[in-house]
């Protein structure tokens, strides 16, 4: 989860992020080492700014005749359109106004909503209920913002508080009728910032393929990752996963595993990464994460540090990564394996606890899903 800032020359912002509880990306865009920058391509462009409470970085090759600011121009729109249909934090958005709903009161929807709310309920229902995105009223009866404190774990909710927080938590009692929506039950509400990065990248990748024919280009939106075509230097596009170390910086990263982008696989591929370890505390001899599984109401223990997964879209990608963090890790393996998930866990090495694990690589394990395995050998990546 994160607390989004107010934004400076894009004004998007989302509520925190219900279950997916990284505050710093924890992949790194790489491309082939030893490359000389004779080799790298000038008609490259690489865009910033601010979205969604968090940074992207846009990398692209610009065609003839195309014009850099008409495009930054047609990002910065898809943008505003999310923003617009599903930000928590814009009291005229389509998602404020439908929270702010009684029971059985309709409210149409814009396709944005409804791509989000379909992958959102493929999620759902595919996870076993772990990723929800109605969850918002048990993160805030454990008052789970940005931080998560030994003294909040020392005096939990009690069990009747979180019974009527999980009454609220139902995203059964969503109900589309074709592109429009309502709710089966007062109180419950919805926040899909779960989602929305991944859905924001997919956005963006279509803007920069549809729009303009540009088929070389990487998208990053606080970690969530689409790429296609090669680098500046003429190579497949990889992404590095760092090892979750607790407290490190980008500085101070350090690599577990490289996924390079497919070669049969359209020469597109579609990340995200999902990790609990930057805000987690151990109370009790217990690790705990203030990611929530919707289907307890408590706080998830023994949780993977760090789940990558790729998948169709970065939205799906993105949902998934949450759904396996918001479970115990042997659970999340498993489910992961039935559904043919290509996930990638970091997680403590054998033998390694949490109480012993020091500021090293050597404390850390992949594990990798069958999907994930083949999808990695396609591309013969490290």
Request: charged content about 20%; overall charge negative.
């Amino acid at each position: 989860m994160k607390n989004p800032s107010m934004q400076k020359s894009i004004p998007l912002s989302f509520s925190v992020k219900s279950m997916n509880t990284a505050l710093l990306p924890i992949i790194a865009i790489s491309t082939a080492l030893g490359m000389s920058a004779c080799q790298q391509k000038t008609d490259y462009n690489n865009l910033s700014g601010e979205t969604m409470g968090t940074s992207y970085h846009i990398s692209y090759q610009l065609p003839k005749g195309a014009d850099e600011a008409t495009i930054q121009a047609a990002i910065d729109k898809r943008l505003q359109d999310i923003n617009d249909s599903m930000s928590t934090y814009q009291a005229d958005s389509t998602i404020s106004k439908f929270n702010q709903l009684g029971k059985d009161e309709p409210i149409t929807i814009d396709e944005d909503f409804n791509h989000v709310l379909v992958a959102s309920r493929q999620v759902y229902e595919l996870s076993g209920g772990a990723f929800d995105p109605t969850v918002m009223p048990l993160i805030d009866t454990w008052g789970f913002g940005s931080t998560m404190t030994v003294e909040r774990l020392q005096s939990p909710p009690t069990a009747l508080e979180i019974a009527q927080a999980k009454a609220l938590v139902d995203f059964e009692s969503i109900i589309q009728k074709d592109k429009t929506i309502y709710k089966a039950k007062d109180g419950i509400g919805l926040d899909f910032s779960a989602v929305a990065k991944g859905y924001g990248v997919d956005v963006i990748a279509d803007v920069l393929k549809n729009n303009y024919q540009i088929r070389n280009y990487m998208v990053e939106i606080g970690g969530e990752v689409a790429t296609s075509g090669v680098s500046a230097q003429q190579q497949p596009w990889q992404i590095a996963i760092d090892a979750p170390i607790e407290g490190s910086t980008v500085s101070e990263r350090q690599t577990m595993a490289v996924i390079r982008q497919p070669i049969n696989n359209g020469n597109t591929m579609h990340l995200a990464t999902s990790g609990n370890y930057r805000n987690s505390v151990v109370f009790d001899g217990k690790h705990y994460s203030h990611t929530i599984d919707p289907t307890t109401g408590e706080p998830i223990v023994g949780g993977a540090p760090s789940v990558t997964v790729a998948a169709d879209t970065v939205a799906l990608a993105d949902a998934w990564a949450t759904a396996l963090t918001a479970m115990p890790y042997k659970k999340a393996l498993s489910v992961a394996k039935e559904q043919n998930i290509a996930a990638l866990f970091v997680v403590l090495a054998d033998g390694v606890s949490i109480e012993a694990a020091a500021d090293s690589i050597d404390d850390w394990q992949v594990v990798q899903t069958p999907a994930m395995q083949a999808l990695r050998a396609d591309k013969k990546s490290s």
